[in-house]
C-alpha cells in the first residue's frame, strides 16, 4: 500500500471540501479576496527568504557536474557544453538546460535482461512529458493575465497574451474554442504522477512531498476544464473579482456570491500551491539558477582555487624540523640535508 500516496490523495480531498462548501457559508470575502493576499505574500516572501539563503553559501571551489571532455591538451576536442571552461560556455549550458531540460534528455533507464545483462535505455518520455508540463503551465498562467488587466491595457501593453491564446485555440474546436495548453497540463501531470505510481524504481523514493504537488496542480488543471467547458461559470463576475483584488477595489459581496463553488475550489488551490510553493521541491525552478553543479565553469586546471574560508594553520616545514633535530637525526644514522 502506497501510504504517501494516500496521505496526499486524502489531503488533496480535505482541501477539495475545504475550497468548495466552506466560501458558501459566507466567508466568499476571506476565500475570494482575504485569502490570494495572503498566498502572494507568502509566495513572493519565500521565495526571497529561499533564494538569498542560498545565495549566502558559500561556495569556494569548482563542483560542477560535467558528462563531457574538460580543457586540457590542445589536440583533445573539448565538449565546450557540458564541460564549460568559459562564463561564455555557462550560459549556454544553462540556457539549454533551463529551457530545454538538457540533462533530462539524456536520461537513460538500466534494465537487467537475459538473466544477468544490464540494459541502458535512452527514456525520452520523461523528457517529453517534462516539457509539456513546464510550458503548458507557463502558457495557462500567461493566458491568466486577461483576468487581471483591463482590456485595453492587454492590447496595447500585454498584445501577447491576445497572441498566446490564439495560437493556444489554433484548430478552433467547439465553442467555448477549445484551448490545448489545459488539456496537454493536466495530461502532463497525470503521466509524471502515473509514473511516480507505476514504477516501481521511483515510487521506491517517491514521498508524500512528491505526490502532493502533482495532485494540487492536477486539481487546478480539472478545476478550471470543468469551468470552462461543462460549468460555464459567470466570467464577467470572476474577472470583477480578480480586477478588484489587483486594484485594491473590491468588488461587492453580491457578486461574489453569484460566482459558483467551483471557482472558490479553482482559487482555494492556486492560493495553497502559491503558499506551499517557497517552502517544497518546486522551488528548484529558482534553485536552478543558484546551482554551483551548473552554473560554474570547470576550470580547475587552469586556475587555483583555495578555500578562502579556512583558517590560518601555523605549519612546521622540514627544514624546521632538521634544524631543530638534525644532531639527534646524525646520531641515529639518518640522512640530512645539511651537515650542520
Known amino acids: 500500500m502506497n501510504l504517501n500516496l494516500l496521505f496526499s490523495l486524502a489531503a488533496i480531498l480535505v482541501l477539495g471540501c475545504v475550497g468548495y462548501f466552506v466560501p458558501n457559508a459566507g466567508l466568499q470575502m476571506f476565500f475570494g479576496v482575504?485569502?490570494?493576499?495572503i498566498a502572494v505574500l507568502t509566495f513572493l516572501c519565500g521565495v526571497i527568504w529561499r533564494v538569498m539563503k542560498w545565495a549566502k553559501s558559500p561556495v569556494p571551489f569548482r563542483i560542477p557536474t560535467t558528462c563531457g571532455q574538460q580543457q586540457s591538451l590542445p589536440w583533445i576536442k573539448q565538449n565546450k557544453i557540458d564541460n564549460p571552461s568559459t562564463t561564455t560556455g555557462v550560459i549556454i549550458r544553462m540556457f539549454f538546460e533551463i529551457f530545454l531540460f538538457r540533462s533530462l534528455f539524456r536520461n537513460t533507464k538500466a534494465e537487467i535482461k537475459d538473466g544477468d545483462k544490464i540494459s541502458y535505455e535512452w527514456e525520452i518520455f520523461l523528457w517529453v512529458g517534462a516539457l509539456a508540463f513546464h510550458?503548458?503551465?507557463?502558457?495557462?498562467?500567461?493566458?491568466?493575465?486577461?483576468?487581471?488587466?483591463?482590456d485595453t491595457l492587454l492590447k496595447e501593453k500585454l498584445f501577447f497574451v491576445g497572441i498566446i491564446?490564439?495560437?493556444d485555440g489554433f484548430f478552433q474546436i467547439g465553442l467555448p474554442i477549445v484551448l490545448i495548453s489545459g488539456f496537454v497540463l493536466l495530461a502532463a501531470v497525470l503521466f509524471l504522477l502515473s509514473r511516480r505510481v507505476l514504477n516501481p524504481q521511483v515510487k521506491y523514493i517517491s514521498l508524500?512531498?512528491?505526490?502532493?504537488?502533482?495532485l494540487l496542480i492536477a486539481g487546478i488543471a480539472a478545476t478550471g476544464l470543468w469551468m470552462r467547458y461543462i460549468e460555464r461559470v459567470d466570467v464577467t463576475a470572476i474577472k470583477q473579482i480578480t480586477l478588484g483584488i489587483v486594484s485594491f477595489n473590491w468588488t461587492s459581496i453580491d457578486v461574489m456570491k453569484s460566482v459558483s463553488g467551483t471557482f472558490y475550489l479553482h482559487l482555494f488551490f492556486i492560493c495553497t500551491l502559491l503558499i506551499y510553493f517557497p517552502f517544497s521541491k518546486l522551488m528548484h525552478?529558482?534553485?536552478?539558477?543558484?546551482?554551483?553543479?551548473?552554473?560554474?565553469?570547470?576550470?580547475?586546471?587552469?586556475?587555483?582555487?583555495?578555500?578562502?574560508?579556512?583558517?590560518?594553520?601555523?605549519?612546521?616545514?622540514?627544514?624546521?624540523?632538521?634544524?631543530?633535530?638534525?644532531?639527534?637525526?646524525?646520531?641515529?644514522?639518518?640522512p640530512v640535508d645539511k651537515e650542520s
Do not use: C, Q
Open 165 to 167: 491564446e490564439t495560437l
Open 285 to 334: 525552478a529558482a534553485g536552478v539558477f543558484l546551482s554551483p553543479t551548473r552554473n560554474l565553469a570547470n576550470n580547475s586546471r587552469m586556475v587555483r582555487h583555495i578555500n578562502p574560508w579556512n583558517p590560518e594553520v601555523k605549519v612546521h616545514s622540514y627544514e624546521s624540523y632538521e634544524n631543530d633535530f638534525r644532531e639527534k637525526m646524525i646520531e641515529a644514522g639518518l
Open 34 to 37: 482575504i485569502l490570494p493576499y
Open 208 to 214: 508524500a512531498a512528491d505526490y502532493f504537488p502533482l
Open 135 to 150: 510550458y503548458s503551465f507557463l502558457t495557462v498562467l500567461v493566458r491568466h493575465l486577461r483576468f487581471f488587466f483591463e
